[in-house]
């Protein structure tokens, strides 16, 4: 069975979408459209722009959906998942993607989402890391023993969770971290604590913008980042939709399911290869490729 997964902040890249735009009339003309709809020449940054650029949560977040989305629609006939799945932002562009939303409101949700981010990290000095090389339950025993707020963020693959939270409690968490053993326990160049309680002022701003939204019935399940279990009810899949911004992402889990759900081929839409390493190192036996 084939699923279709779509990648998250940090996949963007100089350049990412140019070729789409320009052999293509149908990426053309949905680019133009979200130039539109942003209020500013998004494709600019995208295709010329610099890495700084790319960086800034309001560009990036709606450059890597973009970029994904488009791609899925120019396929065609070849766009038949039996099920989706995105990572963070790209649950996004998975449900946009697979039909429960249209790509207007999709690209909307996705620059409130960032916008919304992007306040709550100026309003609260946070930050998130990468532990290396302990159990899930390790990683969650060392955060609930900190005095500060920390805690898990993405479980991405076996043996590497990231976690989220104020510096201090981050600091704290990597140094028992390194303690318990793990391989590495490194700050990431994030701007702010996602996936965590200190992003409850976007999640309660999203919230509003989701509430208000059209959502239909995807053409397959959506596996979703906060139960990992498969969704195609609109309602659940907005009450799972808002629900992570503060709740980590359990692509491990999503990915274990989709597996024993049936899924032997994964294909990544979007940009870089991040979710196809992911794949392999929670199961090298399934097929994975990806298409930018």
């Known amino acids: 069975m084939k699923a ?52 800034q949560t309001k560009v990036t977040q709606p450059a890597i959906f973009l970029h994904s989305v488009i791609l899925a629609k120019t396929l065609g006939e070849e766009f038949k998942p039996d099920m989706v799945a995105g990572h963070s932002l790209g649950e996004f562009s998975a449900l946009t993607a697979a039909g429960a939303m249209k790509f207007e409101d999709g690209l ?19 930050t998130m890391a990468a532990i290396l090389g302990l159990t899930n339950e390790q990683v969650e025993e060392i955060c609930a023993s900190i005095d500060a707020i920390v805690a898990p963020a993405n479980y991405n693959c076996p043996g590497q969770v990231v976690i989220s939270g104020v510096e201090e409690g981050i600091d704290a968490a990597c140094e028992k971290a390194l303690a318990a053993g793990a391989r590495r326990a490194m700050k990431l160049k994030v701007g702010g604590a996602f996936h965590s ?37 609109p309602e659940e899949i907005k009450k799972n939709l808002i629900a992570q911004l503060t709740a980590p992402v359990r692509w491990t889990q999503l990915t274990q399911k989709m597996i024993e759900d049936g899924a032997n081929d994964f294909t990544e839409l979007g940009p870089g290869s991040v979710l196809q390493g992911l794949v392999k190192k929670i199961d090298r036996s399934v097929a994975t490729s990806g298409r930018q």
């Open 4 to 55: 279709f997964v779509f990648p998250g902040q940090g996949a963007q890249f100089v350049g990412m979408g140019k070729d789409l735009y320009e052999n293509n009339a149908t990426a053309k003309e949905m680019f133009e459209k979200a130039n539109e709809i942003l209020g500013f020449r998004i494709t600019d940054l995208m295709f010329n722009g610099t890495e700084e650029d790319l960086r």
């Open 108 to 126: 909307r949700l996705v620059a409130i989402r960032a916008m919304a981010m992007q306040k709550a990290c100026e309003a609260q000095p946070s």
């Open 197 to 233: 309680p200190l992003m409850q002022p976007a999640h309660d701003e999203l919230a509003a913008a989701i509430n208000a939204a059209e959502f239909s019935t995807p053409i397959c399940p959506v596996y979703q980042n906060v139960d990992a279990l498969p969704h195609t009810n």
